[in-house]
């Protein structure tokens, strides 16, 4: 079975500030692919970036980034330079299934 | 892009009263779907899981069914809610290996 495990249910950070979220995943595809999904408060799920598990090279949106290791399957999100409409539930995701985990509650204090 | 429509918003039922949740999908074709279940302030549970007309796989021993009659229309069932069916539900749509999209989720109160 397919799973998803994210360590941290809860961070904080003041605004600007770096912070990295975890995930460590379980799967027995072999072309993959994953994801970290945001959830603001409106509960509108939103992808924040996506990570093809055949590329080496980590994937990166503007202030985001991965930190993809596949041999110990693990897949980490970075935020840089941290912003107030960044506070939000964070999700790893996996899989055709589209498994998640069980999230992590960022916020950004001013 | 694709647009997901699920509905109700809210939806307060009576223990043993049936269910039906519907989901329809724009802006693309042969989509995966997918039924999730958020408890408050938790993870999504998937549910339900299809990839094509008839194709279910159930994840989860529950007391809810779904099925897909039409190519871009996903529908949650139940014959008699029980309490513990509470939660926020929400039906996303996406191809292998894509992003997936997801309506704007419905908020269920069995009473």
């Known amino acids: 079975a397919q799973t998803v495990t994210q360590s941290q249910p809860e961070m904080s950070v003041q605004e600007a500030e770096t912070v990295t979220l975890s995930c460590t995943y379980d799967?027995?595809?072999?072309?993959?692919?994953l994801f970290w999904y945001k959830q603001p408060p409106s509960r509108q799920m939103i992808l924040v970036i996506r990570?093809?598990?055949?590329?080496?090279q980590n994937a990166t949106e503007n202030r985001f980034s991965v930190n993809f290791q596949k041999a110990a399957k693990s897949f980490s999100l970075k935020i840089s330079d941290s912003q107030l409409g960044d506070t939000a539930m964070y999700f790893c995701?996996?899989?055709?299934?589209?498994?998640f985990g069980q999230g992590t509650r960022l916020t950004i204090n001013p | 892009s694709q647009t997901i429509h699920q509905w109700p918003a809210t939806l307060v039922q009576p223990v043993g009263s049936p269910l039906s949740l519907e989901c329809t999908v724009e802006?693309?074709?042969?989509?995966?779907l997918y039924w999730y279940r958020q408890a408050a302030g938790r993870g999504l549970q998937l549910l339900f899981y299809?990839?094509?007309?008839?194709?279910i796989s159930s994840e989860v021993p529950q007391n809810l069914s779904a099925s897909r009659p039409q190519d871009r229309q996903f529908i949650l069932s139940s014959k008699k809610l029980l309490l513990s069916d509470s939660g926020f539900y929400l039906c996303?749509?996406?191809?292998?290996?894509?992003?997936?999209?997801f309506g704007q989720g419905t908020r269920l109160t069995v009473v």
């Open positions: 995701a996996s899989g055709q299934k589209l498994v």
């Open positions: 799967t027995s595809e072999n072309n993959y692919y």
């Open positions: 990570q093809e598990a055949y590329k080496q």
């Open positions: 802006g693309t074709s042969n989509p995966n």
């Open positions: 299809s990839v094509g007309i008839g194709q």
């Open positions: 996303a749509a996406g191809h292998l290996n894509t992003e997936a999209f």
